[in-house]
């Protein structure tokens, strides 16, 4: 599903990509939480118009570094230059759940922003229709469910509409398939239109379609950088098709069939008891999946399901520090990656 944000808001209140623009840049920045080291020498530059996504497991250092950012904490040392044209946007702490509606919230949120309240009252409608608030525009915020209220908080971030600097910790957390879509959506056009966006995020959607880097950490400490090249890498998203083949049609051993440009994998699925017809379990890429299913069913097979695309981004092997894309050999099994030519300096060894 695509969706468009063009009629959001206006040409006027939007930011346009200026290459002279640096954005963001923290050099040797650390963060000592009583007796903890949270954050230990971060370096990062986010760049208008480019989209930093951090990872790591809990306890890393990701919510402290994105308050920092946010000005909600002070570093301890280190530096934070900003260099950024347009507002500053978050949402990267829970909503408080205050004895207001969404909609009086998104409002009073709106208006200390110093938005009209004619295009304020545009911004909530369109947003709110964008990721399916629903009835729950007018429900009270401590009747809210967990990903209903990411919603709201997401749009009062949004509020204020493209260009600046954008900052969200966990953006796609809770909320539904359509919401994230819609969500990624957005993000890309704003991206797109100039806006500087760094978040926490572990949900591969917004991984491989908007990150130009994304950072790991581990214990406060930054453990890999990898760049879009690295991300690419990775490859686009497989599509899971089954067919039915008539018995003795070794499939995986036929080159013309088994190594059509698009085929990741095929295997024989043993479950079927039917002995005239055997079962096969393909894996290809995205764009290969009409050529496929095309040649199916021109050798006279037949085809059984087809089945939602799962992501070649690996997370576990992300946050490990390993390279974020998956190689598999047929027969699934797992092969290494050579991490040499994706190494940043800046990121160091892995531990």
């Known amino acids: 599903m695509t969706w468009s944000t063009r009629g959001l808001f206006r040409k006027s209140d939007q930011a346009s990509p200026d290459s002279s623009v640096r954005g963001i ?135 204020a509409g493209p260009g600046g600097l954008l900052l969200l910790d966990e953006p796609l957390s809770g909320l539904d398939i359509p919401a994230q879509e819609a969500v990624v959506s957005l993000l890309g056009e704003w991206k797109d239109e100039g806006t500087c966006i760094v978040t926490a995020c572990h949900e591969p959607l917004l991984i491989e379609l908007l990150a130009d880097q994304v950072i790991v950490l581990k214990k406060g400490s930054v453990l890999r950088y990898w760049n879009r090249e690295d991300i690419l890498q990775a490859g686009e998203p497989v599509v899971c098709i089954q067919s039915l083949a008539p018995a003795g049609e070794d499939l995986a051993n036929d080159p013309s069939i088994s190594h059509q440009p698009g085929v990741l994998s095929l295997d024989r699925d043993t479950s079927l008891g039917n002995a005239k017809s055997w079962l096969w379990d393909w894996k290809v890429v995205q764009q290969s999946t009409d050529d496929v299913l095309r040649m199916i069913l021109a050798s006279g097979g037949s085809v059984v399901s087809v089945q939602q695309e799962e992501s070649q981004l690996h997370m576990e092997s992300l946050l490990g520090g390993q390279h974020p894309a998956v190689h598999a050999s047929r027969g699934g099994v797992t092969e290494s990656v050579d991490l040499s030519s994706s190494m940043d300096g800046a990121g160091g060894e892995a531990e």
């Open 25 to 159: 840049l923290l050099q040797q920045v650390s963060k000592r939480l009583g007796h903890a080291q949270v954050l230990d020498q971060i370096n990062l530059e986010v760049k208008q118009g480019e989209c930093a996504v951090i990872v790591g497991r809990n306890g890393s250092g990701k919510s402290t570094l994105l308050r920092i950012l946010a000005g909600i904490l002070l570093a301890d040392t280190g530096s934070i230059q900003r260099t950024i044209k347009g507002s500053e946007k978050y949402a990267v702490d829970g909503l408080p759940r205050v004895p207001f509606t969404s909609r009086e919230y998104l409002w009073e949120m709106g208006r200390i922003r110093g938005i009209r309240p004619e295009e304020l009252r545009g911004r909530i409608r369109e947003l709110s229709e964008l990721l399916y608030l629903d009835t729950a525009i007018d429900q009270k915020l401590l009747l809210l469910s967990k990903g209903t209220l990411q919603k709201v908080n997401l749009i009062q971030a949004l509020l």
